[in-house]
């Protein structure tokens, strides 16, 4: 069961959809209500970095699977500007557009694990699993 | 689309029923000002029982618009926020810390007729 399921984010309704495939699957795959409201919260905050800072990109989301653990995987990639000092941008409030600067490191706190690999000039990619207890 | 905005006396009450994107959240926080200013309203209950998720964008424009009413001489109480929402809202590190909750609107309520009349 490693199916993928993805949203092309290029507007704020794209952010809408993305949480709501991301709900969906969380439920599907037996996860709890707050459980459901982390992964949700964390799809929200990467689907609009992409809106804002990338004007375009794609949030997947899939069943993951890990010694005997079972989870939900989301994928976000965007071809955008990329991003210079990773290690900024995790600093909670840290933001370039007047925001609050919850963002990124909100989605390493809701999250169990958390990557974000990204090239200057040439985009993004975040992954983040939460598994199910 | 539009959050319907509620007068009961000198009241606003506005209940928050529909999945929040940036346009209707930024379309309500306009909306309230300009009803604050056509009604004289002295305390609004935003109540967000409904609501499933809150993202940062969403937690920005909500304290925003307690910080715009209360310029505007409106006191806000928020009201039935889940226990899911405020775990995943100090998860984000925001913890909403001046801005006024109650449990219920019956209890927000409540807190505006103490603070208004007291
Ligand atoms: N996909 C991306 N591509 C390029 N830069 C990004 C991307 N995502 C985030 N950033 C940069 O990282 C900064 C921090 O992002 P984060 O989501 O933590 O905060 P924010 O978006 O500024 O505010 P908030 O999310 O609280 O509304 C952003 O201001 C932006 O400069
Ligand atoms: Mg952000």
């Known amino acids: 069961m490693n199916i993928q399921s993805c949203v092309e984010v290029c507007n704020e309704w794209d952010i809408v959809s993305a949480r709501q495939l991301g709900r969906n699957m969380a439920k599907e795959l037996g996860f709890g209500n707050v459980d459901q409201a982390r992964i949700t919260t964390a799809i929200s905050e990467l689907a609009r970095n992409i809106y804002l800072y990338a004007g375009n990109g794609k949030i997947c989301i899939e069943a993951a699977e ?3 653990k079972r989870g939900l995987k989301i994928i976000a990639t965007d071809n955008g500007p990329g991003i210079k000092d990773i290690r900024k941008v995790m ?3 840290y933001t ?3 925001g609050l600067g919850a963002g990124l490191p909100g989605v390493k706190r809701l999250m169990d694990e958390f990557m974000i690999d990204s090239v200057v000039g040439s985009g993004t990619e975040i992954i983040a699993t939460k598994w199910l207890r | 689309m539009r959050i319907p905005i509620l007068k009961l006396h000198e009241y606003l009450l506005i209940t928050i029923q529909v999945e929040l994107d940036d346009q209707t959240a930024l379309q309500f ?3 309230l000002l300009n009803k604050i200013h056509d009604t004289g309203a002295k305390g609004v209950v935003i109540d967000l029982t409904s609501v499933d998720m809150i993202d940062s ?3 920005k424009v909500l304290g925003d618009v307690v910080r715009m009413s209360k310029l505007m001489g409106a006191q806000v109480v928020l009201t039935g926020i889940q226990p899911a929402v405020a775990i ?3 998860d984000l590190g925001i913890s ?3 801005v006024p909750t109650a449990l219920d609107l019956e209890q927000g309520l409540d807190k505006l007729r103490l603070e208004l009349e007291g």
């Open chain 1, 66 to 68: 890990k010694m005997g």
């Open chain 1, 91 to 93: 600093e909670d409030g």
């Open chain 1, 96 to 98: 370039t557009s007047g």
């Open chain 2, 29 to 31: 926080q306009e909306d």
């Open chain 2, 57 to 59: 964008f969403i937690a």
């Open chain 2, 88 to 90: 995943t809202l100090i």
């Open chain 2, 96 to 98: 909403m810390r001046e």
